[in-house]
T-cell receptor, first 111, second 115 residues
Framework: QKEVEQDPGPLSVPEGAIVSLNCTYS??????FMWYRQYSRKGPELLMY????GNKEDGRFTAQVDKSSKYISLFIRDSQPSDSATYLC???????????FGTGTRLQVFP | EPEVTQTPSHQVTQMGQEVILRCVPI?????FYWYRQILGQKVEFLVS????????KSEIFDDQFSVERPDGSNFTLKIRSTKLEDSAMYFC?????????????FGDGTRLSIL
């Protein structure tokens, strides 16, 4: 079983829609959960990180963690064309700095 | 806002040659990382580096690879005797502190093409 899985998409939505991006993971030792955004030909840019279960909100972005289901989500409200990018979930392995990434979900927001 | 810079943006090298990828981490960061992303695949951890020593490395990071901090600002990844399968995007990252709760900031990568 793969450690971190994401639907690669593409996910295509109209401007203003609420977007839900998801990851599942298999290792119950993961404690921290990160979302990176990657524009074409750019490096991953950290959007949000959360610890353990619960929600965290930052502007139009909400990160949600359900450790019992080993499932994390990133919600984007009022999506904009500038949100068009690949969204990567990532988790540090154990107590290390080694990030385990999902494959990324490509999001397209059309005007 | 401070950022991680990587040079060159694209490197084309003949198979069997050595290549050095360069990174300038954020100035007050102490922990440095290399990741790679083969086209269409996940971003994969290669190595972490602190205080002039490798902290951790993956099984990908074999004797073909080495890292160095030659001065106070640069961090390099050397790949000896390159192979076709080394073709990938290589990302450098840095963080101010260590630990799973410390955000890693990535550069825009070097695209390495082995011919």
């Amino acid at each position: 079983q793969k450690e971190v899985e994401q639907d690669p998409g593409p996910l295509s939505v109209p401007e203003g829609a609420i977007v839900s991006l998801n990851c599942t993971y298999s290792n119950s030792a993961f404690q921290y959960f990160m979302w990176y955004r990657q524009y074409s030909r750019k490096g991953p840019e950290l959007l949000m990180y959360t610890y353990s279960s619960g929600n965290k909100e930052d502007g139009r972005f909400t990160a949600q963690v359900d450790k019992s289901s080993k499932y994390i989500s990133l919600f984007i409200r009022d999506s904009q064309p500038s949100d068009s990018a690949t969204y990567l979930c990532a988790m540090p392995l154990g107590n290390t700095d080694k990030l385990i990434f999902g494959t990324g979900t490509r999001l397209q927001v059309f005007p | 806002e401070p950022e991680v810079t990587q040079t060159p943006s694209h490197q084309v090298t003949q198979m069997g040659q050595e290549v050095i990828l360069r990174c300038v981490p954020i100035s007050n960061h102490l922990y440095f990382y290399w990741y790679r992303q083969i086209l269409g695949q996940k971003v994969e951890f290669l190595v972490s580096f602190y205080n002039n020593e490798i902290s951790e490395k993956s099984e990908i990071f074999d004797d073909q690879f080495s890292v160095e901090r030659p001065d106070g600002s640069n961090f390099t990844l050397k790949i000896r005797s390159t192979k076709l399968e080394d073709s990938a995007m290589y990302f450098c990252a840095s963080s101010r502190l260590a630990g799973p709760n410390q955000p890693q900031h990535f550069g825009d990568g070097t695209r390495l093409s082995i011919l």
